[in-house]
């Protein structure tokens, strides 16, 4: 088994940044890429980005290209999003997830075998 545990989200005005976290537990060699979507009340869950074992690939929805940033520290079984210029639409609850196969569509929800429970990002006007 996997466990995920997102930390970092709160409030912030427009244009400011956050940081979340995601601490990544119990088997984790069997992970070969980890994502972070979110999801506002009343839409559907959406991908945000995602990153490889090693780091060496990443992949963001055109949303936030150039204004996040995912990274991970292997030696901490941690990865970051690190979201600047945040904008009200932002605002959502992110998770984390965690996928186990190779190949398949990583943009997608379906594709993630192990969830966290969220943390809030609320972004002022």
């Known amino acids: 088994q996997v466990q995920l545990v997102e930390s970092g989200g709160g409030l912030v005005q427009a244009g400011g940044s956050l940081r979340l976290s995601c601490a990544v537990s119990?088997?984790?060699?069997?992970?070969?890429?980890v994502g972070w979507f979110r999801q506002s009340p009343g839409k559907e869950r959406e991908f945000v980005a995602t990153i490889s074992r090693s780091g060496g690939r990443t992949s963001y929805a055109d949303s936030v290209k150039g204004r996040f940033t995912i990274s991970r520290d292997n030696a901490k079984n941690t990865v970051y999003l690190q979201m600047n210029s945040l904008k009200p639409e932002d605002t959502a609850v992110y998770y984390c997830a965690a996928d186990r196969t190779i190949g398949g569509i990583l943009t997608s929800s379906v594709e993630y075998d192990y969830w966290g429970q969220g943390t809030q990002v609320i972004v002022s006007s």
């Open positions: 119990g088997r984790t060699f069997s992970i070969y890429y």
